[in-house]
């Protein structure tokens, strides 16, 4: 709901479905209702439908489900490997996007194996350029001048909180290198659950 009604994406969800609503050349939020309130109340009512369809399918399947995961986890990803490769191939046939889908597979088994958090890279790769438009969007009306998101106070409080939320998650390393504590055994600060 946030995204169809602001415009922002909570969730790597979120921001995949707003890659695709740029696709399609819509722009998610307030005007969304009025432009194309068909869209919406789609969306809206295949979400309805969408959960009557799981708990009449989940009910009953329920000791299927619990199967699946008995299932040895090689087994489960040599599966859904060969399915997403049908999947890729079927849609484009070109064996370029096979490759494409496999680099990507493999930087994001490499980020997982050295604890990258993966939401917020997916975030930022489908909200990137739309940050970098709007960034010189910015300069083009200061002439360039980079002092132009230090005028007004609100852009200062939020540059100062993505500030803060960069350092925060390391300060209880350097409040422990301070006390003159062992570094080794502190953990960053975690404000949600990994994925």
């Known amino acids: 709901m946030p995204l169809l009604t602001l415009g922002l994406p909570?969730?790597?969800?979120?921001?995949?479905?707003?890659?695709?609503?740029?696709?399609?050349n819509l722009q998610p939020g307030p005007q969304l209702f009025d432009k194309s309130p068909d869209l919406?109340?789609?969306?809206?009512?295949?979400?309805f439908i969408g959960n009557v369809m799981l708990l009449a399918l989940n009910l009953p399947l329920i000791r299927l489900w619990v199967k699946v995961l008995e299932i040895p986890r090689p087994l489960l990803y040599a599966g859904i490997l060969v399915f997403a490769t049908l999947g890729i191939y079927s849609v484009?046939?070109?064996?370029?996007?096979?490759?494409?889908?496999y680099a990507i597979g493999i930087v994001g088994f490499?980020?997982?194996q050295f604890d990258f958090p993966i939401a917020p890279t997916i975030l930022g790769a489908i909200l990137g350029p739309e940050l970098e438009d709007q960034f010189r969007r910015a300069l083009s009306?200061?002439?360039g001048d980079l002092t132009v998101f230090?005028?007004?106070?609100?852009?200062?409080?939020?540059?100062?909180?993505?500030?803060?939320?960069?350092?925060?998650?390391?300060?209880?390393?350097?409040?422990?290198?301070l006390r003159g504590r062992p570094v080794e055994g502190t953990?960053?600060?975690?404000?949600?659950?990994?994925?």
């Open 150 to 177: 230090l005028h007004r106070p609100l852009t200062v409080a939020i540059l100062a909180l993505a500030l803060l939320a960069l350092l925060l998650p390391y300060a209880p390393k350097v409040v422990a290198r």
């Open 10 to 24: 909570t969730s790597a969800t979120a921001a995949v479905m707003l890659a695709a609503f740029k696709i399609f």
């Open 40 to 47: 919406v109340w789609a969306l809206i009512a295949s979400l």
């Open 141 to 143: 009306i200061g002439n």
């Open 92 to 101: 484009s046939g070109a064996i370029t996007d096979i490759l494409i889908a």
């Open 110 to 112: 490499i980020m997982r």
């Open 187 to 195: 953990s960053k600060l975690a404000f949600a659950d990994e994925d």
